[in-house]
C-alpha cells in the first residue's frame, strides 16, 4: 500500500470531503510499525533508527484533476489559494505562483517573504523559481526587498530571455518592470533572533527546523497542465551570498510534460549536489511511479551526501495521471494534498 496515492476525493464544489490528516497519520504509523524492522508498536516505530521499507504502489489513482500539492504545513494556505485558481478554470502556472504568493506575504516560521530570518549580516535574502511542463522556467536568487519573488521570476520567465537573474540585477529588472523594491529591513522578531545568534554565532542547521522552510509547490490543472514553483529565504543565518537549491531549475523545482513534475525542501546544498528533482522526473521518464521515482531520488541524495543524520530532504512528486509521491530523508516532513496534511514516509524514522 502506498499511502501517497489516494489523493482525497473531492466534492461537487472541488473541497475534500473530510479531513483526513489523523486517519492519515494513524494509517503511516501503522505501515512504519510494521515496516520498521525491530518495532513491534506503532508507538515503537517512532523511536527507531531503522530505515523504513514501504510497499511500492502497484495500482494507478485514477485520473484527477485539478491537484495541488505543496510542501510543509504552510502547503494548506498555499493550496486553498491554488485550488480557488484551478476550481475557477485557472491555469497550473497561475496557480502556484497565487499559492507562493499566500505564504510570502504571510509566513509564521519566518522562513518566507520579506518576514524571514536573515542572514548571517542581517539581510534577508529570497530566492524563487517557476517552471512550466513545457520547459518554460525564471528564477530570481540574492534578491533583496521584493514582496514576492516568485512574481519576479515569473516575469524572468515571461519578459526575458534569460531564466535566472540575481541579487541587484534582479532588483534592477523588478524595478523596471513596476514592481517596488524595498530597503532592507527586519521584522523585530527576525532581528530578535538574528540578535541572539550573533550571541553565539554558531551555524547549525537541524532536521525539520524551522530555519528552513521552502514553500514548493505543483500543480495539474483541469486542461492538463503542469507547473511547479518555489520561493524562499534559504537558511536563517547563511552566508551572505548563500543561494541553495530552490532557485536552480532542476534541483529545487523540475517539470516536463509529458512526465510529471518534483519539487524539493530541505538542506539546499544537498539537493544541489545531486539536482534532486531532476533526478525524480527522470525516474518517472524511466517508468517509476511518483512515489518510487521520490523514493530513488532521495535515496541517492543520501548516498551522495554521506551520513544523514544532520540533514533533512523532502522531496514531492506529481505525474501527468495525477499520480504523487512523497519521500523524505528524515520523520517529519509534513505535506498538503488538495486541502489535507500528510506526514511523509521516510527513509529513516
Ligand atoms: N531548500 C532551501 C534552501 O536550502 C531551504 C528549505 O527548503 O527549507 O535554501
Known amino acids: 500500500?502506498?499511502?501517497?496515492?489516494?489523493?482525497?476525493?473531492?466534492?461537487?464544489?472541488?473541497?475534500?470531503?473530510?479531513?483526513?490528516?489523523?486517519?492519515?497519520?494513524?494509517?503511516?504509523?501503522?505501515?512504519?510499525?510494521?515496516?520498521?524492522?525491530?518495532?513491534?508498536?506503532?508507538?515503537?516505530?517512532?523511536?527507531?533508527?531503522?530505515?523504513?521499507?514501504?510497499?511500492?504502489?502497484?495500482?494507478?489513482?485514477?485520473?484527477?484533476?485539478?491537484i495541488a500539492l505543496s510542501t510543509w504545513d504552510h502547503g494548506l494556505p498555499a493550496n486553498r489559494a491554488a485550488l480557488g485558481v484551478l476550481h475557477a478554470d485557472g491555469s497550473a502556472l497561475d496557480a502556484v505562483e497565487t499559492g507562493c504568493r499566500v505564504v510570502e506575504l504571510e509566513c509564521p516560521d519566518?522562513?518566507?517573504?520579506?518576514?524571514?530570518?536573515?542572514?548571517?549580516?542581517?539581510?534577508?535574502?529570497?530566492?524563487?523559481?517557476i517552471m512550466t511542463g513545457d520547459g518554460r522556467?525564471?528564477?530570481?536568487?540574492?534578491?533583496?526587498?521584493?514582496?514576492?519573488?516568485?512574481?519576479?521570476?515569473?516575469?524572468?520567465?515571461?519578459?526575458?530571455?534569460?531564466?535566472?537573474?540575481?541579487?541587484?540585477?534582479?532588483?534592477?529588472?523588478?524595478?523596471?518592470?513596476?514592481?517596488?523594491?524595498?530597503a532592507p529591513t527586519l521584522t523585530r522578531a527576525a532581528e530578535a533572533e538574528w540578535r541572539a545568534w550573533l550571541a553565539e554565532r554558531r551555524y547549525q542547521p537541524t532536521i525539520n527546523i524551522e530555519n528552513h522552510d521552502t514553500i514548493s509547490m505543483l500543480a495539474l490543472d483541469a486542461a492538463g497542465n503542469m507547473a511547479a514553483a518555489s520561493t524562499t529565504s534559504g537558511l536563517a543565518f547563511k552566508m551572505h551570498g548563500r543561494v541553495?537549491?530552490?532557485?536552480?531549475?532542476?534541483?529545487?523545482?523540475?517539470?516536463?510534460?509529458?512526465?510529471?513534475?518534483?519539487?524539493?525542501?530541505?538542506?539546499?546544498?544537498?539537493?544541489?549536489?545531486?539536482?534532486?528533482?531532476?533526478?525524480?522526473?527522470?525516474?518517472?521518464?524511466?517508468g517509476a511511479t511518483p512515489q518510487e521515482a521520490c523514493e530513488r531520488a532521495i535515496d541517492r541524495i543520501i548516498e551522495k551526501n554521506g551520513d544523514p543524520s544532520g540533514y533533512q530532504v523532502g522531496m514531492l512528486a506529481l505525474d501527468f495521471e495525477g499520480r504523487i509521491g512523497a519521500y523524505a530523508v528524515q520523520r517529519g516532513f509534513t505535506f498538503a494534498i488538495q486541502e489535507e496534511l500528510r506526514d511523509a514516509p521516510s527513509r529513516f524514522s
Open 137 to 182: 522556467a525564471g528564477c530570481v536568487a540574492f534578491v533583496q526587498g521584493v514582496a514576492h519573488p516568485v512574481s519576479l521570476a515569473r516575469l524572468v520567465m515571461e519578459r526575458t530571455p534569460h531564466v535566472l537573474l540575481v541579487g541587484a540585477g534582479a532588483e534592477q529588472f523588478a524595478r523596471e518592470s513596476g514592481i517596488s523594491v524595498t
Open 1 to 66: 500500500m502506498d499511502p501517497t496515492a489516494d489523493i482525497p476525493p473531492l466534492s461537487a464544489d472541488g473541497a475534500p470531503e473530510t479531513n483526513r490528516r489523523s486517519a492519515c497519520g494513524a494509517i503511516l504509523a501503522a505501515i512504519l510499525a510494521t515496516a520498521a524492522s525491530g518495532c513491534r508498536t506503532a508507538a515503537t516505530a517512532s523511536r527507531c533508527t531503522e530505515p523504513v521499507t514501504l510497499e511500492k504502489s502497484t495500482t494507478p489513482t485514477p485520473r484527477r484533476r485539478p
Open 244 to 286: 541553495g537549491d530552490s532557485p536552480i531549475i532542476g534541483a529545487g523545482i523540475f517539470v516536463d510534460a509529458p512526465i510529471g513534475g518534483a519539487i524539493c525542501t530541505g538542506l539546499g546544498e544537498t539537493v544541489l549536489r545531486t539536482l534532486g528533482a531532476h533526478l525524480a522526473v527522470e525516474a518517472m521518464r524511466a
Open 110 to 129: 519566518m522562513t518566507v517573504g520579506l518576514g524571514s530570518r536573515p542572514d548571517r549580516d542581517g539581510r534577508v535574502t529570497l530566492d524563487a523559481a
